[in-house]
């Protein structure tokens, strides 16, 4: 007789920097449970972030928008920048009172330039903002489509990107990008916490 799968809600604090190994660390752990012998039913995260990599962000995006599993996530104070794109690849989007949401231009660390470099280094690093910046918006624009009681067009995003713009809980709902103001009641047990503390004990 086949063994009887134990189905259960999965709940992750993620108050982490979006960066490569943050994303590792999430779609493998994700992953590894899809292999074991405990189906996850619903991943349920509670997010802040002051934001990090816009380009890990559009990967993880992508990557809840594929798993097969009911998601959820919670905006617990600030999603800002890449946390953005994150945020919205979540099926059921929900802000705590007081959150905030903040969006604005791609930028890039100095490191992404070598030492020396020249007219065609800097032509590649403006094409690859420009991108990310478009993706970013294209992303917003869907995902709040029709969401909330007053639409964001391009237009308006792509301006919101140019000023840095912050969005309070409330214009959050009115703008679709979150379905609800709530705070949740996290379980006694059972909760992996993915934090910057966290992911600095692992190694690379």
């Known amino acids: 007789m086949a063994e009887e799968q134990v189905t259960k809600t999965q709940h992750i ?10 994303e590792d660390v999430l779609v493998g752990f994700i ?3 899809a292999q ?7 991943y349920i995260i509670y997010l802040s972030t002051l934001g990090g990599s816009p380009f ?7 990557f809840i928008k594929s798993i097969p599993q009911k998601t959820t996530v919670y905006n617990m104070g600030n999603v800002f920048s890449a946390g953005v794109p994150f945020f919205l690849g979540f099926q059921n989007r929900i802000g705590v009172p007081d959150c905030s949401f903040m969006i604005h231009q791609t930028t890039l660390p100095r490191t992404a330039l070598p ?4 007219v065609f280094d800097i032509d590649t690093q403006k094409e690859s ?4 910046d478009e993706k970013t918006q294209n992303i917003i624009q869907k995902e709040t489509a029709n969401k909330g009681t007053k639409n964001l067009t391009l237009a308006t995003i792509k301006k919101a990107f140019q000023n840095t713009t912050t969005y309070t809980a409330t214009e959050a709902k009115k703008y679709g990008l979150i379905d609800k103001i ?3 009641k996290l379980p006694e047990a059972g909760v992996i916490y993915l934090t ?4 600095a004990t692992l190694p690379g």
């Open 13 to 22: 604090w993620c108050s982490a920097v979006i960066t490569k190994k943050m």
């Open 31 to 33: 992953c590894n449970q």
């Open 36 to 42: 074991s012998s405990v189906g996850v039913s619903e």
């Open 56 to 62: 890990c962000a559009v990967n993880l995006y992508s």
């Open 115 to 118: 030492e020396q470099f020249n």
């Open 129 to 132: 903002l420009l991108s990310t």
């Open 182 to 184: 709530e705070l949740p």
């Open 196 to 199: 910057d503390q966290y992911l």
